[in-house]
């Protein structure tokens, strides 16, 4: 059907951008997933009639708040934090807090956005949220951080319930902070309810969350290794980030033959020939949890190693990475580095880590390249595994989990290759913007005009 009385994509990003002026990074993660959705919709007149990409590009609504907290020294310190409530057409907003000094309601509604295709990816009923403060955890003492948790949860308790919004984890939100504000949640309702995932163990978490989002990615990794005929026995990853993705990933790459070169933080990176097994990630992981220390110990510690100041791991070659830090870490020039070292695939554990440029250059040179949205999203479904056992009151094993994670993240490789395939690649960007477009958009259209 024609549809030349409508806009078209150039007019409906010139309206995003008219609509949210300098919010970059929500522009961009809108532009990424629009230019895709309106190839899909070109001959589909209800969605747009119906204005379903516009309105899934207009959060339903965005809470921010002043939050204030006393530092050691009795310094009254004073932070932004927000909720960005995205779209619930398929279940309760769903996605993570982010603590870090670059947080803005900007990088907070393009994750959000992100948040509703990823989660629509998964299977599970769940909508796309996100949140957080532009607090820095960074040199902080445990005491200060409750404090901030529990002024953080002083407002945000308003605006979620296990029916309603569930947030987890993000970057500078891990067991330490889920656990100081379901504790603050619970004592100032009274209620016992799943209204975070990412809980420790001892208060209803779940299994495999902690490793979902990194043995994700790596499942996806090898899915689309696989589809090529090929696997990630023998082969070397540049990974980005020390994190709880970053860390994860690495360890399951390890597990599956694979050799990790580097890992990361913002202040440089650690590159290691012996590769970083699984002895070295368990030293890591005490090193950053723990101790919350900088990556570059690792070189103080481990000979063979050396440590880059200021670098990133797209300078070394290798056959696949891994980008697990935080957005806009891959840019045009960074996406040819790897390129030209020899990277045939690429798998996102962090979100929209890669710019527009530098994922036409991956485009371009027909690299198996897995989109956040999909690679990222076995973390947000053991999420969602986490509120159905803490509806039921029941705990499944790491067995039962192990399985529903890989089987999830099998889905969801499966979904993008029905909707990517271009002859004789696979497009998964467009495979994963379609398929979790395609969801919310349908359930749109069942509610109307609301
Ligand atoms: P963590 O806080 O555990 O780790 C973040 C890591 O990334 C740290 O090594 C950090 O280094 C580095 N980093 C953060 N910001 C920057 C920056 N501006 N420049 C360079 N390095 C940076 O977070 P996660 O591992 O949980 O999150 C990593 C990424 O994965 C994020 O993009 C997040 O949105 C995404 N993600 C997380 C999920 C989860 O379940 N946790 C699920 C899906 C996606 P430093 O200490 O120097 O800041
Ligand atoms: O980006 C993400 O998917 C997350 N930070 C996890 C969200 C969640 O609700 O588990």
Redesign the pocket.
């Known amino acids: 059907m024609a549809v030349s009385d409508h806009v078209d994509l150039n007019q409906f990003m010139e309206g995003v951008k008219k609509r949210n002026p300098g919010q970059t990074e929500f522009v961009q993660a809108v532009q990424e997933v629009a230019q895709d959705i309106f190839e899909f919709i070109d001959d589909k007149e209800e969605y747009h009639e119906a204005q379903i990409l516009r309105r899934i590009a207009e959060p339903d609504r965005v809470v921010s708040f002043r939050v204030c907290w006393e530092d050691d020294n009795h310094n009254i310190r004073v932070q932004r934090g927000w909720r960005v409530q995205n779209n619930n057409a398929i279940g309760p907003y769903?996605?993570?807090i982010r603590f870090h000094p670059t947080v803005t309601e900007s990088v907070l509604k393009f994750?959000a956005f992100e948040?509703t295709f990823?989660n629509s990816l998964t299977g599970l009923p769940m909508g796309g949220g996100k949140g957080g403060s532009n607090f820095n955890p960074r040199g902080k003492s445990d005491s200060e951080v409750m404090r901030f948790c529990q002024s953080f949860m002083n407002e945000l308790f308003r605006h979620i319930g296990p029916d309603t919004d569930v947030p987890?984890?993000?970057i500078g939100v891990g067991a330490r902070e889920i656990g100081y504000m379901f504790g603050q949640y619970k004592r100032i309702t009274n209620r016992w309810e799943g209204v975070l995932?990412?809980k420790a163990l001892e208060y209803g978490g779940s299994q495999m969350r902690p490793e979902a989002t990194g043995y994700g990615a790596v499942y996806f990794l090898r899915n689309m290794l696989q589809h090529n005929d090929e696997d990630i026995e023998g082969k070397a990853a540049l990974i980005s980030g020390s994190g709880n993705v970053a860390v994860h990933a690495a360890e399951k790459f390890t597990e599956m033959g694979g050799k990790v070169l580097t890992l990361s933080d913002s202040d440089g990176v650690i590159h290691d020939p012996d590769g970083i097994g699984q002895e070295k990630i368990d030293w890591v992981k005490e090193l950053k949890f723990e101790k919350r220390g900088r990556i570059k110990e690792y070189a103080e510690e481990f000979s063979g190693a050396e440590y880059h100041e200021g670098a990133e791991p797209w300078d070394f070659e290798a056959d696949v990475a891994l980008p697990c830090a935080t957005q806009n870490e891959i840019s045009e020039d960074e996406a040819r580095k790897l390129v030209d070292n020899g990277v045939k695939a690429v798998a996102e554990g962090a979100?929209m880590p890669t710019t527009i440029d530098g994922v036409e250059v991956f485009r371009d040179a027909k690299l198996l390249y897995g989109p956040g949205k999909a690679a990222?999203a076995g973390?947000?479904a053991v999420?969602g595994l986490e509120m159905s056992q803490n509806a039921d009151r029941i705990s499944w094993n790491t067995e039962k989990l192990a399985t529903m994670l890989e089987d999830i993240m099998g889905d969801i490789h499966e979904k993008t290759v029905e909707y990517g395939t271009e002859g004789d690649y696979v497009n998964y960007v467009k495979g994963a913007n379609i398929a979790g477009f395609k969801k919310v958009a349908d359930a749109m259209l069942a509610f109307g005009v609301v």
């Open positions: 769903k996605g993570g994750l948040q990823k987890a984890g993000d995932t990412g979100n990222n973390g947000v999420s």
